[in-house]
Structures are given as C-alpha cells and as structure tokens.
C-alpha cells in the first residue's frame, strides 16, 4: 500500500526495499522470512521500485545469519552493521542515478 501511494505521489523518485535479514533460525524461522522477502520482492517489482537482496549477503552456510554479524541471533552488532553500510553501499553506487548525482 504505501509503495503504491509513493509511485502515485512521486512518480520520479526512486525507491529502494531491502529484504529482511535471516536470523539464527531461534529466534523466527528463516523459511518464514525468505517466504516474506519473496512477497517483498514481488510487491515492490509491481510498483516499479528496486529491491535490494541483503538476506543472502547475511547468510551462512547453515542457513542461518553468520553468527559474528549479530548480538543476539537478531540484532546487528557493530561488524554486522559494517558488512550493511558496505553492501548499501555498492548497491548504490552501482545505479547510475545515484551515482550521478554524487
């Protein structure tokens, strides 16, 4: 709802959706989250506005978040919020909007 108001509104601003991030699968399952990255996913290539996949840059190889990303199974810790900015980062720099107005 709100991202079709935003293209309604502001038909020329781009706008960005990030995907949820795993979590150590304790905490909430990690299916339940990559089921609802992909309704995420579908919902914001409907109205026309980019996703950015951060689940898979956070993912281990067990399915989980990496644990040295998080305080608590959940909660970014200071490396994992470094790791985020990065990633952003790149994502960003790589539009050429983005880029061309920096």
């Known amino acids: 709802m ?3 108001k935003l ?3 502001l ?7 990030q995907s949820v991030l795993p979590t150590n699968g304790k905490v ?3 299916e339940d989250i990559k089921r609802l990255n992909v ?3 579908r919902i ?6 980019t996703y950015i996949d951060m689940y898979a840059k956070f993912l281990g190889a067990d399915g989980n978040i990496k644990p040295e ?4 199974g959940l909660h970014l810790n200071e490396v994992g919020y470094i ?3 990065r990633e952003l980062s790149i994502f960003l720099f790589q539009t050429t909007s983005y880029r061309a107005t920096k």
Do not use: F, S
């Open 11 to 17: 038909p020329n601003t781009e706008v960005y959706v």
């Open 28 to 30: 909430k399952n990690n």
């Open 39 to 41: 309704e995420i996913k």
């Open 83 to 85: 790791v985020w900015v």
């Open 44 to 49: 914001t290539t409907l109205t026309k506005n």
């Open 2 to 4: 709100i991202l079709w």
């Open 7 to 9: 293209r309604q509104k």
């Open 69 to 72: 990303y998080v305080i608590d």
